[in-house]
């Protein structure tokens, strides 16, 4: 009788808590159930996987180029075509540099072309990439742009004057150069190397020698405007040179490289640091600058992804952008939001 009472009374209490919730149902479960956490583990790592391949193919696009810009290096060969740039003669003249260099490249079988200081204008460069030589040897000053690294402009010896070339100095590809007080030049920026129509020219498996100071000091854009028009190896110097010391060792970088060592021996054997001023001598290929382009560009995009994906998963749980989504949709199909219930009449 006793546990009869007690069983009635339990059922009865029972029955009131039903009672009490909206169609009597018993409480449901409000914490996440196995699938809904396993469909959150598989949203997650889904978008981690979209974050990694496009991580990948942005590296790609980064990286590819410079695989197919370049070709391989050419040296000697009867066919083969050098050029030594020259607007130092006027300053600091070196006959015997001229005269020894064209002899050493002339018996490794190349045909060596020269042009001095009055004849180093803006149209040479301009025409340079259509003239198919193999190497070019600047004999120049190198000069510092305004937010760029040191040594990335070309000196040539034309007189600056506001009046020429408007255009190019309006999209930065070329620019005024101080060599000494009162002797201003136009200058070759990168830009204006690289920045030329699609199939003009090119520097097509060419060596690139720059004998200015300081082109390999810090981010390469000179040689990476090279490289993205065929060249296969830029040779210059990580810091301030003299201009007697730059023709000793790039008439012994010749001499070495026209006698059989490889690029790296030859440039190795003649990068003994300056004395006076410490820059030395070294080189870049393109697969060097393609492989820090691509690190930066990848630090770049993790950044990003990191400063943005926790905005957007927050924005996510607000509902901000499934409002914004809907706001889009209504606006496509013409009808205006709802922005409350209208008023009874």
Not at 132 to 148: D, E, N
Not at 154 to 178: F, R
Request: glycine share 8%; charged share 15%; with cysteine.
């Amino acid at each position: 009788m006793g546990h009869s009472s007690r069983q009635d009374e339990l059922e009865k209490a029972l029955g009131q808590i039903r009672s009490t919730r909206p169609g009597g149902k018993p409480p449901t479960r409000t914490g996440p159930t196995r699938d809904s956490r396993q469909r959150h583990l598989w949203n997650r790592r889904r978008r981690v996987s979209l974050l990694f391949l496009f991580t990948l193919f942005v590296a790609l696009m980064v990286f590819w180029p410079y695989q197919h810009g370049a070709a391989q290096l050419r040296l000697g060969g009867a066919t083969q075509r050098a050029v030594l740039i020259d607007t130092l003669s006027q300053t600091d003249p070196d006959p015997f540099f001229i005269t020894n260099v064209t002899q050493t490249l002339s018996s490794a079988g190349y045909s060596v072309d020269y042009y001095g200081p009055s004849q180093v204008t803006v149209d040479l460069f301009r025409n340079l990439p259509l003239m198919g030589y193999s190497m070019l040897i600047f004999r120049t000053h190198t000069a510092t742009g305004p937010m760029a690294p040191p040594g990335q402009n070309i000196v040539t010896h034309q007189p600056y004057t506001t009046s020429q070339y408007s255009l190019e100095q309006l999209s930065n590809l070329v620019t005024e150069a101080l060599v000494r007080p009162g002797d201003k030049f136009f200058a070759i920026t990168p830009s204006f190397i690289s920045d030329e129509p699609a199939g003009v020219g090119g520097f097509h498996g060419a060596l690139i020698i720059q004998m200015g100071c300081s082109t390999l000091q810090a981010r390469p854009d000179l040689a990476t405007a090279f490289f993205e028009r065929g060249a296969s190896a830029f040779v210059g110097w990580n810091g301030v040179v003299s201009s007697y010391y730059t023709d000793v060792r790039t008439e012994s970088f010749l001499s070495s490289l026209m006698h059989g060592e490889t690029l790296q021996q030859a440039v190795a054997s003649s990068s003994a640091p300056d004395p006076d001023w410490g820059g030395q001598l070294t080189y870049l290929e393109p697969s060097s600058v393609s492989q820090q382009l691509m690190i930066d560009q990848v630090a770049v995009i993790v950044v990003w992804a990191l400063i943005l994906i926790p905005g957007l998963l927050l924005a996510r749980r607000q509902g901000f952008l499934q409002a914004m989504g809907r706001a889009w949709k209504n606006s496509r199909n013409g009808r205006p939001r709802k922005s409350g219930k209208q008023a009874a009449p």
